[in-house]
């Protein structure tokens, strides 16, 4: 249920993902409840509670992590840095940014071309965030030939190639 309201229902989005990670918890699993965490921290954002998200990702420890949950707290890191860049426009713009393009590739490190979509959306964003627009678009439309990609994802991967056209001189 989490994954069909995450991007639109933010409210409704973490009430599913506490359930999830009491769940976790009840299993005392620790990988689990990272997840679980990280999933909120996805959601965060969006609902304007930025400092929640960080605070919540300073409590975590990646060391017990498995490999996809690890690639998970890197990506999302990087997005919450990149949100917080966007918002916050000029005193720490330059900071968010740098931290969200070493996070992203500190989950590039764990990824390999097999991962497709993953792969290549992660090298499309940091791409976009070093202001290699060109490149990002190129990478985006490798991550659409990965057909494990659901509709949502696709749509993402298209409103952002959209808006890098918009960005890019003729």
Known sequence: LYEECRSYNFDRAIEYVEQMADEARLLN????????AIQKV??????GLFKEGYDLFEELDTAGMK????????????????????????????????NGDE????????????DTALYWRSLAMLDQHEGLADR???RYQLALQDSRIDEHERAI???TIAYLYSTVAD
């Open 136 to 138: 990002s678009i190129k």
């Open 67 to 98: 490999h996809d949950t690890k690639v998970d707290y890197y990506i999302t890191y990087a997005r919450l840095q990149y949100d917080l860049a966007n918002y916050d426009h000029v005193d720490m713009s330059n900071t968010y940014n740098r």
């Open 103 to 114: 996070l992203m590739r500190r989950a590039l490190a764990l990824l390999t071309p097999a």
């Open 42 to 47: 996805f959601a965060y954002p969006s609902a």
């Open 157 to 159: 991967y298209l409103s």
């Open 29 to 36: 699993d620790s990988d689990k409840i990272a997840h679980a």
